[in-house]
């Protein structure tokens, strides 16, 4: 018989090879067109008819037999390679889990929120307004004249203005929007406006950069008994105190008359303060009613209709609020200090969207 086409040598071979295209090529060698076994089928012609028969038969018998050989291999080695794969990409579940970061609410945000929350159910709309503002509307409009004294209160940062337009500022309380709202609408208005606010200072209870919320509310009759119930009843939902002590005391500010600051109790235990009771007062806010000045400068008659305005500090609201004693954290950026007094958004229970 020839060499080559002895099933022990087959076999031989065939246990030899441990890849798919080895044996791809190891078949063709056989029973490819020019094949061992292929040729050797094809000169049975020339053979007798006995001859024929023999070796037709042997022929058949070797097909037959490296047939299942090259199908036992390929399935082994498919399997192999499965396994191989398997072994490979097998999920370390050992391994600990990648950490990922949720963002959380800043306390700033969340008191705003609050603060939006409680106001707008007593029918107050949010307004806001630009961080750089005309001199006009943040100190003239609101009776604060240029070299007016009252101006040392709010120092702040002028902008370079080298197209000789009116000055502007970077705004140093909200106030400025009552302007704006005041020229652009008609009384009825009941307005608050939270936001950024500017002034050149710097310690552990200021920032340059800060934020207040301003209320303005003018229609026919509202007087100091509207503008104190309302106060009251802000105070007493933010802190969710319902017997919390305060107090109006007499102040100035340009934009109204009379002008109070509202103050609220508190004790100091252990460096910690607790809001609410005891003999000691921090002041809270601002307000009054409004200036018949500050009407006429918005063109709005001051014989016909008067209101009140209040502004308050969110950063003291907060901090007072959430505990947090150096106000300096606010900014910092400090991821640390974020986790610690952020809010994780799905407690927030907060329905605004700002
Ligand atoms: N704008 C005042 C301030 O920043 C606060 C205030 C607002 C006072 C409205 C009275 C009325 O100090």
């Given at each position: 018989?020839?060499s080559?086409?002895?099933?022990?040598?087959?076999?031989?071979?065939?246990?030899?090879?441990?890849?798919?295209?080895?044996?791809?090529?190891?078949r063709?060698?056989?029973?490819?067109?020019?094949?061992?076994?292929?040729?050797?089928?094809?000169?049975?012609?020339?053979?007798?008819?006995?001859?024929?028969?023999?070796k037709?038969?042997?022929?058949?018998?070797?097909?037959?037999?490296?047939?299942?050989?090259?199908k036992?291999?390929?399935n082994?080695?498919?399997?192999?390679e499965?396994?191989?794969?398997?072994?490979?990409?097998?999920?370390?579940?050992?391994?600990?889990?990648?950490?990922?970061?949720?963002?959380?609410?800043?306390?700033?945000?969340?008191?705003?929120?609050?603060?939006?929350d409680?106001?707008?159910?007593?029918?107050?709309?949010?307004?806001?307004?630009p961080?750089?503002?005309?001199?006009?509307?943040?100190f003239?409009?609101?009776?604060?004249?240029?070299?007016?004294?009252?101006?040392?209160?709010?120092?702040?940062f002028?902008?370079e203005?080298s197209?000789?337009?009116?000055?502007k500022?970077?705004?140093?309380?909200?106030?400025?929007?009552?302007?704006?709202?005041?020229?652009?609408?008609?009384?009825?208005?009941?307005?608050?406006?939270?936001?950024?606010?500017?002034?050149?200072?710097?310690?552990?209870?200021?920032?340059p950069?800060f934020?207040?919320?301003?209320?303005?509310?003018?229609d026919?009759?509202?007087?100091?008994?509207?503008?104190?119930?309302?106060?009251?009843?802000?105070?007493?939902?933010?802190?969710?105190?319902?017997?919390?002590?305060?107090?109006?005391?007499?102040?100035?500010?340009?934009?109204?008359?009379?002008?109070?600051?509202?103050?609220?109790?508190?004790?100091?235990?252990?460096g910690?303060?607790?809001?609410?009771?005891?003999?000691?007062?921090?002041?809270?806010l601002?307000?009054?009613?409004?200036?018949?000045?500050?009407l006429?400068?918005?063109?709005?008659?001051?014989?016909?209709f008067?209101g009140?305005a209040f502004?308050?500090?969110?950063?003291?609201?907060?901090?007072?609020?959430?505990?947090?004693?150096?106000?300096?954290?606010?900014?910092?950026?400090?991821?640390?200090?974020?986790?610690?007094?952020?809010?994780n958004p799905?407690?927030?229970?907060?329905?605004?969207?700002?």
């Amino acid at each position: 018989m020839s060499s080559g086409l002895d099933k022990n040598d087959i076999a031989n071979k065939i246990s030899k090879i441990n890849k798919l295209t080895e044996l791809e090529s190891f078949r063709v060698q056989y029973v490819g067109k020019k094949g061992i076994l292929t040729s050797e089928m094809k000169s049975l012609s020339t053979l007798s008819n006995a001859e024929k028969k023999e070796k037709g038969q042997y022929l058949n018998s070797i097909k037959i037999f490296l047939e299942t050989e090259l199908k036992k291999k390929k399935n082994f080695i498919e399997n192999l390679e499965v396994n191989e794969k398997l072994k490979k990409e097998k999920i370390d579940i050992t391994l600990p889990p990648r950490n990922y970061e949720t963002g959380k609410i800043h306390p700033i945000s969340q008191t705003i929120y609050n603060v939006i929350d409680i106001f707008g159910s007593m029918g107050f709309s949010v307004e806001s307004g630009p961080d750089i503002e005309s001199d006009f509307n943040n100190f003239t409009a609101l009776n604060i004249p240029s070299h007016h004294p009252a101006r040392e209160m709010q120092d702040t940062f002028y902008v370079e203005n080298s197209s000789g337009d009116e000055e502007k500022v970077l705004r140093t309380h909200t106030s400025p929007v009552q302007v704006r709202h005041m020229l652009n609408s008609k009384p009825p208005i009941r307005i608050i406006v939270p936001g950024r606010t500017y002034r050149s200072d710097s310690d552990a209870t200021h920032t340059p950069m800060f934020h207040q919320v301003e209320g303005l509310l003018i229609d026919n009759n509202s007087n100091m008994a509207h503008l104190k119930g309302c106060l009251i009843d802000f105070l007493k939902e933010f802190f969710n105190i319902d017997d919390l002590q305060y107090r109006f005391r007499p102040s100035y500010f340009p934009f109204t008359e009379p002008s109070a600051e509202m103050d609220v109790a508190y004790t100091k235990k252990d460096g910690v303060l607790k809001i609410g009771k005891g003999n000691e007062w921090l002041e809270i806010l601002g307000c009054g009613m409004v200036n018949p000045r500050v009407l006429e400068n918005c063109n709005i008659d001051s014989q016909k209709f008067q209101g009140f305005a209040f502004g308050m500090g969110i950063e003291r609201l907060s901090m007072l609020k959430f505990g947090i004693t150096d106000m300096r954290g606010f900014f910092d950026s400090d991821f640390r200090w974020l986790n610690h007094y952020g809010f994780n958004p799905l407690d927030s229970t907060s329905s605004s969207g700002i």
